[in-house]
């Protein structure tokens, strides 16, 4: 068992620059990485509920996208469930960052579900622009991977007014009621360079199509990418740390290797690493996808270490300094309790 605390990015300190490698092997550690506002926000909602009102809470669908997460968060007592008629009728459910649409909460209501709703603040945003546009009657064009949680809750604020746009390829057949009466929004995780190319091909289609008040693509989503864009031409290999699942931990594969790297590879946690991909190399890039906690990255420099990288480079962009309430119902029942509502509940956790 080993102490740990899965909200909170800054529970770890970034690993620092360390003596010149005597081979000249480096680790170049794009910051910033991992956790963003509204992945914390979300795991440690799933924390306090469960230090609150104990074990069982009910988790619907994946909180965030990462194994470790959610094979953790398990361990303490989440119990992760398809659908809220999983739920036993009256318990206590946490519905994901990735937002759900209004079926879901009516669902969970006819059960007497008691709810906490962990949807990052800033796909809530998008569903508010999503409901917005429905009521002026646009024909609202969501670029996002169809069948994501995200995409999906979206579709549902809004389902007779959205289409969605998974690619370039839909572009050319994406029919609507009037081209003059058109708006675009998206999903918060995709590739900003893909995002923007898509967006060009639609208003070949649709001139008088409609820009969404602010970018959706999230704050996090933006920074990790130009982090990598920045490390990637230094890099011989780059290593994303972040599971199958997680659409920005995807992209940030992609992006590495549209921006110059020699080569990148995914993996979930440091045992994935295969030494072969590093033969040649002198400059290993590292990063993580938003829903990543700090440890993995730990784990993945040790390990990078361990096979000759020894010295460590920081490749900053930007800093973060966002943070999001936990929800209202949450946080009011850990005041009641007189539980500290802002500081993560440290909490145990298996070892890997």
């Known amino acids: 068992m080993s102490e ?5 990015a800054s529970a770890f300190p970034a690993p620092v620059a360390s003596e010149p490698s005597p081979d000249g092997k480096k680790i170049l550690l794009a910051s910033p990485r991992g956790y963003c506002a509204g992945v914390d926000r979300a795991v440690d909602a799933v924390e306090k509920a469960l230090h609150l009102y104990g074990a069982p809470v009910y988790v619907r669908k994946e909180i965030v996208h990462n194994k470790f997460v959610v094979e953790a968060l398990s361990a303490r007592g989440a119990i992760f469930v398809h659908s809220v008629a999983d739920v036993p009728p009256g318990a206590r459910v946490v519905f994901s960052a990735h937002g759900v649409g209004p079926a879901v909460y009516e669902a969970a209501d006819r059960r007497g579900l008691l709810s906490i709703d962990a949807t990052c603040p800033l796909v809530t945003k998008v569903h508010k622009q999503a409901v917005r546009f429905a009521s002026e009657d646009y024909d609202i064009l969501l670029i996002g991977h169809a069948g994501h949680e995200e995409v999906e809750g979206t579709q ?8 969605v ?4 390829d839909d572009v050319a057949n994406v029919q609507v009621r ?3 009466h058109v708006v675009w929004i998206s999903q918060t995780t995709l590739s900003v360079d893909e995002t923007n190319e898509t ?3 639609l208003r070949e289609r649709f001139p008088k199509l409609i820009d969404p008040p602010s970018s959706d693509i999230c704050y996090a989503t933006q920074n990790r990418q130009g982090a990598v864009k920045a490390m990637a031409p230094l890099s011989d290999v780059v290593i994303v740390v972040g599971s199958a699942n997680s659409s920005n931990s995807v992209r940030l594969v992609e992006v590495a290797l549209e921006a110059g790297a020699g080569a990148a590879y995914r993996v979930d946690k440091a045992s994935e690493l295969d030494l072969a991909w590093l033969a040649g190399a002198r400059a290993i890039g590292v990063t993580a996808g938003a829903s990543v906690p700090e440890i993995l990255v730990r784990d993945v420099v040790s390990r990078l270490k361990e096979a000759g990288f020894t010295e460590v480079e920081t490749v900053e962009t930007a800093q973060e300094e966002v943070h999001f309430s936990l929800p209202k119902n949450l946080r009011a029942d850990l005041k009641a309790a007189g539980v500290p509502v802002d500081q993560p509940h440290r909490a145990r956790s298996t070892s890997r």
């Open 156 to 163: 549902g604020v809004a389902p007779s007014h959205i289409h």
């Open 199 to 201: 967006v060009r091909a």
């Open 4 to 8: 740990i605390s899965l909200a909170g």
């Open 178 to 180: 009037d081209p003059e």
């Open 165 to 168: 746009v998974n690619s370039l």
